[in-house]
């Protein structure tokens, strides 16, 4: 008979392995460890814990066992190591309109490597993606040391200033932090794509699907984040901080002296 598995985005089948399911196996739960809520929830209070022969603290056996696909999907992501760029290659790519703003040769980007292992399980864990650069760079005047703005300039033997005098410009955002940001974000998804053809045929109750999440969303404009649960809940849902009621009705006339009347046909049941 053939098993009907369900179908999860590898995004979200991240998420609820290493925010959900493998918190259950979790020894150390100490302020350096990065987690949802949560997580943080089960790691407050001494009582919670319960102390086994050894003498570590763990969580109560009361929650169970981590799902074994969620095991799977740990092993697989703990074999993932430091990746870079392939730049200048793929400065195009990554910087887009903004190429003519990064330097081929910068050596923080030549020089820049990220551990897609952290990558992948620190936004798992925090269910968010990795920042891209939404922000557009505007370029900003630059102030001497004597308060007035910096002029480069050169002068000829007479100490005129030359026609190739300007006013250098600076960027905010800085355009390589973005083109570093860009990388990272580039090497989470092919990370997302890599783990879903590598442990699809061996997980037993889901199937993982390609990230829904763009390759290049600087390119092409980013896909909504679901957050959703498995009871089909969002994380970021908002929930009325009041009832929506009725206006009130005017207050009732009591006369002096006499017993309170109340027309029930101004009543409205709540």
């Known amino acids: 008979m053939k098993v009907i598995r369900k179908r999860l ?70 074999r993932l190591g430091s990746m870079e760029a392939s730049w200048p290659d793929s400065r195009l790519a990554l910087c887009g309109d903004l190429a003519a703003l990064v330097p081929a040769n910068d050596y923080r980007m030549t020089r820049h490597s990220a551990n897609a292992q952290v990558l992948i399980m620190q936004h798992a864990k925090l ?27 050169q002068t000829n033997t007479r100490h005129y200033l030359s026609a190739r005098a300007y006013c250098p410009l600076r960027y905010e955002p800085d355009p390589v932090e973005i083109a570093i940001e860009r990388a990272e974000y580039a090497i989470w998804h092919g990370c997302l794509v890599a783990l879903a053809a590598a442990i699809n045929s061996r997980l037993t109750e889901y199937e993982a699907l390609p ?51 109340l027309d029930i046909s101004q009543v409205q049941p709540d």
């Open 211 to 261: 990230p829904a999440a763009a390759p290049m969303p600087w390119l092409t404009g980013q896909t909504p984040d679901k957050k959703a649960l498995d009871d089909g809940r969002r994380i970021n849902e908002k929930l009325p901080l009041y009832p929506k009621r009725d206006a009130p009705l005017p207050p009732l006339k009591v006369k002096h002296g006499k017993g309170r009347k």
């Open 127 to 153: 269910s968010t993606r990795p920042p891209w650069g939404e922000e557009r760079p505007i370029p900003k005047r630059i102030i001497a040391p004597n308060g007035k703005v910096k002029v480069d300039f």
């Open 9 to 78: 985005d590898i995004e979200m089948l991240l998420r609820w392995a290493f925010g959900y399911e493998l918190l259950k196996s979790r020894v150390m739960l100490g302020p350096d460890d990065i987690g949802t809520s949560y997580e943080n929830i089960l790691a407050f209070g001494e009582t919670m814990p319960e102390k086994v022969d050894d003498g570590v603290k763990r969580l109560p056996e009361a929650l169970g066992a981590p799902h074994l696909d969620a095991r799977i999907v740990e092993v697989e992501v703990r």
